[in-house]
């Protein structure tokens, strides 16, 4: 009989793909994030399953020397280091697609949120000022423009529901050129950085973490940026330089801000926005994937690819290269993965 494959998680998830992992094989809880307690419970895995916690860096990798496939439930793998895992021939799987729809309603629920002040407005409520409703005035959204850093899957998504729903300008930036088709759906049109910064009423990313991004809305874009704009944040926490964004709200150059993602996660208590509800700031707790189809799909994708990948099926949504990924077991000697 074939023995088992060990699969490690890190993290719980949705039960349609618990079981899913279960029924593959020994499925074994991390007992925690620490390195030093994940470099020994790593020793004999055969696959790892993580969520957007944990480091998964070379240091582990060479701690777990029969690790095969590395499964990310969710989309951005920032906290993966890919090359490290193409170097010791180690797949890398994740789930696109599974939680843009959950994604981009949260950023509409942001963009209608701030825009017609709701955080200032309901905290009147609460606190009995009711008259301050007509201090707390919001802006319709109907006709303004949309400038959308990041025209992925969700980016996309983002600018057909603006677009469809409240007639919406679109203008995105991207270095890749976009089918003609995706740009219609959004009716979007392709414009420089600073074009979309001096122009777009509310700005919304949606990029990768990487070099090019990682405080790409610091105070000099900041200053860029058409006065009285709404920004959204809900991509990664270092694509914007947090202190500078407080700064364009105390000056009033933003209008609002709305964040999902934070520069550390979970952000401290001293954290320089949470808890400003003197601002027009709408913060949420990395949630914007947390609807029950979006968990499920996550949950469901991911154990189907790492399971795949274990039995031998080439990868379904493969970061790295399965073919790079084939050479290198090859070269180290390493028994294939098909
Ligand atoms: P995607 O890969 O489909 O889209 C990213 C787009 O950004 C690509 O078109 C890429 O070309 C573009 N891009 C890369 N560098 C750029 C730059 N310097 N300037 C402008 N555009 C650039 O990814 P996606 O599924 O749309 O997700 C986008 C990001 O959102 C993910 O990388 C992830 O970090 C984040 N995310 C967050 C949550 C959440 O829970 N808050 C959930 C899903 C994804």
Redesign the pocket.
Known sequence: MLERPIILSLTTMREEGMSKLRDAGDLRMASSLEPGVLHQEIVDADALVIRTAGVIDAALMDCGPKLRVIGRH???Y?QVDVPAATERGIQVVYT??A??QG?AE?VIAMMIGVSKCFPGQMKALVEGRYNDRTKLVGRDIAGKTLGI????????RVGAIAHAGFGMKVIY????E?PREAEERAGARRVG?DELLETADFITL?????A??RQ?INRETLKKIKPGAILLN???GPVTDESAVLEALESKRLFGYAA??YTIEPPSSDHPLIGRTDLNLMLTP?????SVESLTRMAEEVADDVIGVLQGRAPINPVNDPEEVAAVRAKLGKPPLR
């Open positions: 969710g989309v951005g920032d696109p697609g939680n843009t994604v949260h850093i990041g025209f992925g899957r969700i980016g996309k930036t991207d270095p890749l976009m950085l949606h990029v990768p973490l990487d090019s991004t790409m809900t991509c990664r999902d993602v990395h949630s914007a994937a947390q």
